[in-house]
């Protein structure tokens, strides 16, 4: 392998596929080579763009491209065969969320990469969101004394969610608790703490959606009792989207898509100062610390043990609701 550019087969290239091709072209010393899309028009426009091969699968592209890496980005359901293939040709993985429909797909793939010796990360982009990344240098400098309370709401209404696979229980392994509070689980084991206990609350306000949830609210806690509330909706009227923490000595909030400004405090301050929004939008900065972890720049920081972590809590969180 070139030690200057990371050669990678993207899999999958309709919804998030397309983020992330967007995102490679703002990424040092990373070329996509080679695109996989079940469409094969799909395929072939995206890979036009950025002058890659097209191909209908990922054994063919194996044996035709020289490829680093592979980023994957199919149905969860689809994960795990698609990352044992790429594991097993000894390429790292950067694989979407979930990282698999249910934990012991999940399992199997951090399992396989170990044994591979190959780097296997999850895509949680939110880690990479700069207020985000602000938030955990203040965490870590102590500004704001002990965390003990967390909240984050991810909840807007997705229209035609019904007509998609992110509410078929098969594809997906779940609602929105998997599709999106995986995301809300990971930042709270991020910012805060591992998760040892699990309650939660699912509804399903929207009966088109089959048999999933579409709204959730979830209490994570730690082993000292840390505490934190994930929200989540794909039906209820849009409000705030935000990333609270609330320590012993100030507290701070991550605004999304609301117009709102990133901020935080601490007793010692009489006004809210904002949080640093500056520095890569989350994908970019997602994608460039995997290639950099790649290229031996840097460790990675976000693994596919956080991706089976977070797919366990969620089935935890399941299994109380459902009771």
């Known amino acids: 392998m070139s030690s200057h550019t990371l050669r990678v087969g993207l899999i999958g290239a309709g919804g998030i596929g397309r983020t992330h091709l967007a995102s490679y072209e703002r990424v040092r010393e990373a070329q996509i080579v080679a695109i996989?899309?079940?469409?094969?028009?799909?395929?072939r426009t995206a890979a036009q763009r950025v002058g890659a091969q097209a191909f209908r699968d990922v054994e063919q592209m194996l044996h035709h491209v020289e490829v680093d890496a592979v980023d994957i980005c199919t149905p969860p359901s689809a994960h795990l065969e698609v990352a044992s293939l790429a594991i097993e040709h000894g390429l790292h993985v950067l694989c979407e969320k979930p990282l698999a429909h249910q934990p012991n797909a999940a399992r199997?793939?951090?399992?396989?990469?170990?044994?591979?010796?190959?780097?296997l990360m999850?895509?949680?982009?939110?880690?990479?969101?700069?207020?985000?990344?602000?938030?955990?240098?203040?965490i870590e400098s102590g500004e704001l004394g002990e965390v003990v309370m967390f909240r984050n709401r991810f909840a807007v209404p997705l229209k035609g969610v019904e007509e998609r696979w992110f509410s078929d229980k098969?594809?997906?392994?779940?609602?929105?608790?998997?599709?999106?509070?995986?995301?809300?689980?990971?930042?709270?084991?991020?910012?805060?703490?591992?998760?040892?206990?699990?309650?939660?609350v699912t509804r399903q306000t929207n009966p088109a959606i089959g048999e999933v949830e579409d709204t959730a609210i979830a209490l994570l806690s730690t082993a000292d009792n840390r505490m934190g509330v994930v929200?989540?909706?794909?039906?209820?009227?849009?409000?705030?989207?935000?990333?609270?923490?609330?320590?012993?000595?100030?507290?701070?909030?991550?605004?999304?898509?609301?117009?709102?400004?990133?901020?935080?405090k601490t007793n010692k301050m009489d006004d809210w100062q904002p949080l640093d929004e500056s520095g890569p939008d989350r994908f970019a900065?997602?994608?460039?610390?995997?290639?950099?972890?790649?290229?031996?720049?840097?460790?990675?920081?976000?693994?596919?043990?956080?991706?089976?972590?977070?797919?366990?809590?969620?089935?935890?969180?399941?299994?109380?609701?459902?009771?």
């Open 170 to 200: 098969e594809v997906a392994g779940g609602g929105v608790l998997m599709d999106t509070s995986v995301h809300s689980i990971d930042l709270f084991r991020f910012l805060v703490g591992e998760v040892a206990r699990v309650q939660a």
């Open 36 to 43: 996989v899309d079940i469409d094969e028009e799909t395929a």
């Open 231 to 264: 929200e989540a909706s794909w039906v209820l009227a849009a409000g705030f989207n935000v990333v609270e923490v609330y320590g012993t000595e100030g507290a701070a909030m991550v605004h999304y898509w609301d117009g709102f400004k990133s901020r935080y």
């Open 108 to 119: 199997q793939m951090v399992r396989a990469a170990e044994e591979k010796g190959v780097k």
């Open 122 to 138: 999850t895509a949680f982009c939110h880690r990479f969101h700069p207020p985000i990344v602000a938030l955990k240098r203040l």
């Open 285 to 323: 900065g997602e994608i460039q610390h995997f290639v950099d972890a790649c290229l031996g720049r840097t460790e990675l920081q976000v693994t596919g043990y956080d991706g089976l972590r977070a797919v366990e809590i969620v089935y935890e969180a399941y299994a109380i609701a459902t009771g």
